[in-house]
Structures are given as C-alpha cells and as structure tokens.
Nanobody
Framework: QVQVVESGGGLVQTGGSLRLSCEAS????????LGWFRQAPGKEREFVAA????????YYSDSVKGRFTISRGNAKNTFYLQMTSLKPDDTANYYC????????????????WGQGTQVTVSS
C-alpha cells in the first residue's frame, strides 16, 4: 500500500508564499502521478496541479498557473507545491494524492489521499 502525508500549510497574508510538501511511502513504484487538490468550505474539491512520478511532466489549473509550481524533490518520493502571490481565494484545505493514471486532473483517478493541510490567506 501507498501512504501520502502533507505538511507545510499555515496562515499567510495576501501576496505571500508557502511551500507544501507531500511525502509518499510504501509501494510507490505502482504510482504514476502525484496531484494536489484543494477544497474550501462549501465548495467542491478542485484540481490544483499534478506531476508525473518521474517529474518529467507537470499540469496546472488555470487558476494557479504562473503562481504555483509543482516539483519532485531529490528524495524521489517527496513532492512540493510552491505557492506564490497567494490570494484569499486560495484559502482551502490542500490534499495530495497518488494515482496510476498519467497526467490526470480527475480526482476519481487518484487512489491514495492524504489528510490535508490547511492554507489560509488573509486579506
């Protein structure tokens, strides 16, 4: 089995930056894709960004493109979401997820989810 654990959330002012981390463990060789999603109170879960497990390809939602960067760390089962120019609309619980489908933005294609880390952007 695969497990993923997020960290790095917190409170930041508008225009600030945060870096989220996602550490995967277990049978990670079964996985092809690592994605970040977010969910704000009263809203549906939303795709944010994804990266192939090799780190070769990245995908972003239009709402974060140019502000967020997804990457894989030197420790190959660690992934990051660097968030810059944060806005109050970015406030949400952020989840990382691992799946077997390459390049997917669909939550249904992710098999393993973390518990989430809260990001709050104050105005």
């Amino acid at each position: 089995q695969v497990q993923v654990v997020e960290s790095g959330g917190g409170l930041v002012q508008t225009g600030g930056s945060l870096r989220l981390s996602c550490e995967a463990s277990g049978r990670t060789f079964d996985m092809s894709n690592l994605g970040w999603f977010r969910q704000a109170p009263g809203k549906e879960r939303e795709f944010v960004a994804a990266i192939t497990w090799s780190g070769d390809s990245t995908y972003y939602s239009d709402s974060v493109k140019g502000r967020f960067t997804i990457s894989r760390g030197n420790a190959k089962n660690t992934f990051y979401l660097q968030m810059t120019s944060l806005k109050p609309d970015d406030t949400a619980n952020y989840y990382c997820a691992a799946g077997r489908v390459l390049g997917t933005r669909e939550a249904l294609n992710y098999d393993v989810w973390g518990q989430g880390t809260q990001v709050t952007v104050s105005s």
